[in-house]
Protein backbone atom coordinates (compact mmCIF):
# COMPACT_ATOMS: atom_id res chain seq x y z
CA UNK A 1 0.00 0.00 0.00
CA UNK A 2 1.43 3.34 -0.79
CA UNK A 3 1.62 6.33 1.68
CA UNK A 4 -1.04 8.45 2.26
CA UNK A 5 -0.78 12.09 2.04
CA UNK A 6 -1.31 14.45 5.36
CA UNK A 7 -4.89 15.66 5.10
CA UNK A 8 -5.42 19.73 4.72
CA UNK A 9 -7.52 21.00 7.86
CA UNK A 10 -11.07 21.16 6.06
CA UNK A 11 -13.74 18.59 5.47
CA UNK A 12 -11.05 15.96 6.99
CA UNK A 13 -13.05 12.70 6.28
CA UNK A 14 -14.31 13.68 2.78
CA UNK A 15 -10.34 13.84 1.61
CA UNK A 16 -9.78 10.52 3.48
CA UNK A 17 -12.59 9.26 1.31
CA UNK A 18 -11.33 10.65 -1.95
CA UNK A 19 -7.95 9.10 -1.09
CA UNK A 20 -8.84 5.68 -0.19
CA UNK A 21 -11.26 5.76 -3.59
CA UNK A 22 -8.30 6.92 -5.35
CA UNK A 23 -6.16 4.03 -4.82
CA UNK A 24 -9.32 1.41 -4.94
CA UNK A 25 -9.27 3.10 -8.71
CA UNK A 26 -5.30 3.12 -9.61
CA UNK A 27 -5.46 -0.43 -8.21
CA UNK A 28 -3.47 0.28 -4.91
CA UNK A 29 -6.14 -1.16 -2.75
CA UNK A 30 -7.68 -4.33 -4.24
CA UNK A 31 -10.82 -6.12 -3.04
CA UNK A 32 -9.70 -8.43 -0.72
CA UNK A 33 -7.04 -5.91 1.09
CA UNK A 34 -7.26 -4.89 4.50
CA UNK A 35 -7.21 -1.53 5.34
CA UNK A 36 -5.40 -0.39 8.62
CA UNK A 37 -6.50 -0.01 11.92
CA UNK A 38 -8.64 2.76 13.17
CA UNK A 39 -5.54 4.27 14.89
CA UNK A 40 -3.31 3.52 12.27
CA UNK A 41 -5.36 5.72 9.55
CA UNK A 42 -5.20 8.33 12.05
CA UNK A 43 -1.51 8.57 12.29
CA UNK A 44 -1.04 7.98 8.79
CA UNK A 45 -3.65 11.11 7.80
CA UNK A 46 -2.84 12.73 10.84
CA UNK A 47 -6.21 13.18 11.86
CA UNK A 48 -8.55 12.32 14.64
CA UNK A 49 -9.92 9.13 14.82
CA UNK A 50 -13.43 10.75 14.94
CA UNK A 51 -12.83 11.75 11.40
CA UNK A 52 -11.59 8.43 10.23
CA UNK A 53 -14.62 6.89 11.76
CA UNK A 54 -16.69 9.00 9.68
CA UNK A 55 -14.99 8.29 6.37
CA UNK A 56 -15.28 4.31 6.92
CA UNK A 57 -19.16 4.62 7.57
CA UNK A 58 -19.22 6.66 4.25
CA UNK A 59 -17.13 4.22 2.44
CA UNK A 60 -18.97 1.01 4.01
CA UNK A 61 -22.59 2.87 3.09
CA UNK A 62 -21.30 3.06 -0.54
CA UNK A 63 -19.99 -0.79 -0.71
CA UNK A 64 -16.53 0.25 -0.79
CA UNK A 65 -15.61 -1.47 2.23
CA UNK A 66 -16.79 -4.15 5.08
CA UNK A 67 -15.69 -3.84 8.54
CA UNK A 68 -15.70 -7.68 10.25
CA UNK A 69 -15.50 -7.23 13.66
CA UNK A 70 -12.30 -9.03 15.02
CA UNK A 71 -10.44 -9.58 12.21
CA UNK A 72 -10.65 -5.74 10.58
CA UNK A 73 -11.55 -4.08 7.80
CA UNK A 74 -11.51 -5.07 4.11
CA UNK A 75 -11.96 -3.93 0.64
CA UNK A 76 -15.22 -4.92 -1.42
CA UNK A 77 -17.36 -4.13 -3.84
CA UNK A 78 -20.76 -3.92 -4.90
CA UNK A 79 -21.05 -7.82 -6.26
CA UNK A 80 -20.36 -8.93 -2.33
CA UNK A 81 -23.23 -6.91 -1.21
CA UNK A 82 -25.61 -7.87 -3.77
CA UNK A 83 -24.21 -11.80 -3.27
CA UNK A 84 -25.49 -10.96 0.27
CA UNK A 85 -29.09 -9.16 -0.36
CA UNK A 86 -29.21 -12.41 -2.52
CA UNK A 87 -28.80 -14.72 -0.24
CA UNK A 88 -31.49 -13.20 1.91
CA UNK A 89 -34.02 -13.46 -0.89
CA UNK A 90 -33.23 -17.15 -0.99
CA UNK A 91 -33.66 -17.91 2.30
CA UNK A 92 -37.29 -15.79 2.86
CA UNK A 93 -38.74 -17.45 0.04
CA UNK A 94 -37.88 -20.83 0.97
CA UNK A 95 -35.79 -21.13 3.82
CA UNK A 96 -35.33 -25.13 3.65
CA UNK A 97 -34.29 -25.07 0.31
CA UNK A 98 -31.93 -22.36 0.53
CA UNK A 99 -30.40 -23.98 3.73
CA UNK A 100 -29.47 -27.08 1.46
CA UNK A 101 -27.78 -24.60 -1.27
CA UNK A 102 -25.88 -23.53 0.92
CA UNK A 103 -24.74 -26.39 2.60
CA UNK A 104 -24.19 -27.77 -0.97
CA UNK A 105 -21.98 -24.26 -1.71
CA UNK A 106 -19.93 -25.13 1.43
CA UNK A 107 -19.61 -28.93 0.64
CA UNK A 108 -18.02 -27.42 -2.62
CA UNK A 109 -15.85 -24.42 -1.13
CA UNK A 110 -14.49 -25.82 2.15
CA UNK A 111 -12.67 -28.87 1.59
CA UNK A 112 -10.39 -27.21 -1.10
CA UNK A 113 -10.10 -24.21 1.42
CA UNK A 114 -8.66 -26.49 4.26
CA UNK A 115 -6.53 -28.29 1.43
CA UNK A 116 -4.92 -24.56 0.48
CA UNK A 117 -4.81 -23.66 4.42
CA UNK A 118 -2.60 -27.23 4.81
CA UNK A 119 -0.12 -25.51 2.57
CA UNK A 120 -0.11 -22.07 3.36
CA UNK A 121 -1.36 -20.60 7.07
CA UNK A 122 1.55 -19.01 9.06
CA UNK A 123 2.03 -19.70 12.38
CA UNK A 124 -0.69 -16.40 13.31
CA UNK A 125 -3.62 -18.16 11.34
CA UNK A 126 -2.46 -21.47 12.94
CA UNK A 127 -2.48 -19.81 16.76
CA UNK A 128 -6.04 -18.06 15.23
CA UNK A 129 -7.33 -21.81 14.75
CA UNK A 130 -6.15 -23.17 17.56
CA UNK A 131 -7.55 -20.29 20.09
CA UNK A 132 -10.97 -20.81 18.05
CA UNK A 133 -11.02 -24.29 18.63
CA UNK A 134 -10.00 -23.66 22.49
CA UNK A 135 -13.02 -21.51 23.10
CA UNK A 136 -15.50 -23.83 21.65
CA UNK A 137 -14.12 -26.18 24.10
CA UNK A 138 -14.52 -23.78 26.84
CA UNK A 139 -18.37 -23.08 25.61
CA UNK A 140 -20.05 -26.72 24.38
CA UNK A 141 -22.81 -25.76 26.97
CA UNK A 142 -22.76 -21.89 25.95
CA UNK A 143 -24.76 -22.09 22.31
CA UNK A 144 -23.84 -18.43 21.36
CA UNK A 145 -20.15 -18.47 22.63
CA UNK A 146 -19.50 -21.98 20.84
CA UNK A 147 -20.79 -20.29 17.72
CA UNK A 148 -19.12 -17.07 17.23
CA UNK A 149 -15.89 -19.43 18.18
CA UNK A 150 -17.17 -21.60 15.42
CA UNK A 151 -17.30 -18.67 12.93
CA UNK A 152 -13.62 -17.65 14.07
CA UNK A 153 -12.74 -21.26 13.23
CA UNK A 154 -13.65 -21.00 9.45
CA UNK A 155 -12.74 -17.43 9.00
CA UNK A 156 -9.26 -18.36 9.97
CA UNK A 157 -8.97 -21.09 7.63
CA UNK A 158 -10.39 -19.02 4.90
CA UNK A 159 -8.16 -16.26 5.36
CA UNK A 160 -5.22 -19.01 5.79
CA UNK A 161 -5.94 -20.13 2.13
CA UNK A 162 -3.90 -17.15 0.93
CA UNK A 163 -6.26 -15.70 -1.40
CA UNK A 164 -7.96 -12.94 -1.02
CA UNK A 165 -11.34 -13.91 -2.82
CA UNK A 166 -12.06 -16.99 -0.41
CA UNK A 167 -13.11 -14.74 2.76
CA UNK A 168 -15.27 -12.78 0.53
CA UNK A 169 -16.97 -15.30 -1.11
CA UNK A 170 -17.37 -17.48 1.76
CA UNK A 171 -18.17 -14.65 4.89
CA UNK A 172 -22.01 -14.23 3.34
CA UNK A 173 -22.37 -17.91 3.29
CA UNK A 174 -21.50 -18.91 6.92
CA UNK A 175 -23.48 -15.52 7.95
CA UNK A 176 -26.65 -16.77 6.52
CA UNK A 177 -26.32 -20.04 8.78
CA UNK A 178 -26.23 -18.75 12.42
CA UNK A 179 -29.70 -20.18 12.75
CA UNK A 180 -28.81 -23.42 11.65
CA UNK A 181 -25.65 -23.97 13.73
CA UNK A 182 -27.79 -22.89 17.04
CA UNK A 183 -30.14 -25.58 15.95
CA UNK A 184 -27.28 -28.38 15.24
CA UNK A 185 -25.93 -27.07 18.64
CA UNK A 186 -28.98 -28.11 20.63
CA UNK A 187 -28.93 -31.69 18.59
CA UNK A 188 -27.74 -33.94 21.46
CA UNK A 189 -24.08 -34.52 20.97
CA UNK A 190 -23.72 -32.31 18.42
CA UNK A 191 -21.47 -29.12 19.47
CA UNK A 192 -19.31 -32.84 20.59
CA UNK A 193 -18.93 -34.04 17.30
CA UNK A 194 -18.83 -30.86 15.25
CA UNK A 195 -15.20 -30.02 17.89
CA UNK A 196 -13.87 -33.62 16.41
CA UNK A 197 -14.50 -32.52 13.23
CA UNK A 198 -12.56 -28.76 13.97
CA UNK A 199 -9.30 -31.01 15.65
CA UNK A 200 -9.21 -32.94 12.79
CA UNK A 201 -9.00 -30.39 10.41
CA UNK A 202 -6.97 -28.21 12.90
CA UNK A 203 -4.35 -31.42 13.04
CA UNK A 204 -4.09 -31.57 9.19
CA UNK A 205 -3.35 -28.01 8.63
CA UNK A 206 -0.66 -27.95 11.43
CA UNK A 207 0.82 -31.10 9.57
CA UNK A 208 0.80 -29.61 6.08
CA UNK A 209 -0.85 -32.40 4.74
CA UNK A 210 -3.65 -31.38 2.50
CA UNK A 211 -5.22 -34.22 1.11
CA UNK A 212 -6.29 -34.66 5.02
CA UNK A 213 -7.32 -31.69 5.86
CA UNK A 214 -10.03 -31.92 2.36
CA UNK A 215 -10.68 -35.55 4.06
CA UNK A 216 -11.41 -34.10 7.24
CA UNK A 217 -13.48 -31.13 6.17
CA UNK A 218 -15.52 -33.22 4.53
CA UNK A 219 -16.60 -35.14 6.91
CA UNK A 220 -17.24 -32.52 9.07
CA UNK A 221 -19.81 -31.45 6.23
CA UNK A 222 -21.70 -34.68 6.19
CA UNK A 223 -21.91 -34.56 10.03
CA UNK A 224 -23.38 -31.32 9.52
CA UNK A 225 -25.67 -32.56 6.67
CA UNK A 226 -27.04 -35.47 8.73
CA UNK A 227 -27.37 -33.35 11.92
CA UNK A 228 -29.32 -31.21 9.91
CA UNK A 229 -31.30 -34.02 8.35
CA UNK A 230 -31.82 -35.61 11.82
CA UNK A 231 -33.38 -31.97 12.96
CA UNK A 232 -35.73 -31.55 10.24
CA UNK A 233 -37.47 -35.25 10.80
CA UNK A 234 -37.78 -34.48 14.15
CA UNK A 235 -39.68 -31.11 13.39
CA UNK A 236 -41.49 -33.18 10.99
CA UNK A 237 -42.94 -35.87 13.50
CA UNK A 238 -43.24 -33.28 15.96
CA UNK A 239 -45.62 -31.78 13.18
Known amino acids: MSDFATIKPSRLYEQIVEQIKFQIVEGTLKVGDRLPTERELADKFQVSRTSVREAIKILQQEGLIE??????????????????RSLDLILSIDQSEGLGNLIEVRELLEPGIAALAAVRATQDEINSMQKAVAAMDKTLHDADAFIAADLDFHCALAEASRNTLI???????????????????LVENGALRGQYHHKQILAAVIQGDPEAAREAMRAHLEQIRA???AVALSNLNEG
Open 67 to 84: VYPGRGTFIVDSVSQSFQ
Open 167 to 185: PLLLDPIVDQLQDQRKTIF
Open 227 to 229: DSK
